[in-house]
């Protein structure tokens, strides 16, 4: 596994953190725009382990829909 992979699985426990610990206003949009962090979250957590595990391919099909939650969460 390369630096990279590594960073990237690195970082991941440490954005869940944060996220956890951060106070969210009531209502629809800003729980809404959380719910798509979480997914990207857990889709960039996905992609580094199929990188690690060398699957590309499977790692490349979640890069079109961490994109699509990032973009409606925004």
Same mark, same amino acid.
């Given at each position: 596994? @390369? +630096? +990279?992979?590594?960073?990237?699985?690195?970082?991941?426990?440490?954005? *869940?953190?944060?996220?956890? *610990?951060?106070? !969210? =206003? =009531? @209502?629809?949009?800003?729980?809404?725009?959380?719910?798509? /962090?979480? !997914? +990207?979250?857990?889709?960039?957590?996905? !992609?580094?382990?199929?990188? @690690?595990?060398?699957?590309?391919?499977?790692? /490349?099909?979640?890069?079109? =829909?961490? /994109?699509?939650?990032?973009?409606?969460?925004?």
């Amino acid at each position: 596994m @390369g +630096a +990279a992979q590594d960073s990237l699985r690195e970082l991941v426990p440490l954005l *869940s953190q944060r996220v956890r *610990s951060l106070l !969210i =206003p =009531p @209502g629809r949009r800003p729980q809404l725009a959380v719910s798509c /962090f979480a !997914i +990207a979250l857990e889709h960039q957590q996905a !992609i580094a382990t199929l990188l @690690g595990w060398n699957l590309y391919a499977s790692a /490349f099909a979640l890069v079109r =829909p961490l /994109f699509e939650a990032t973009v409606k969460g925004s």
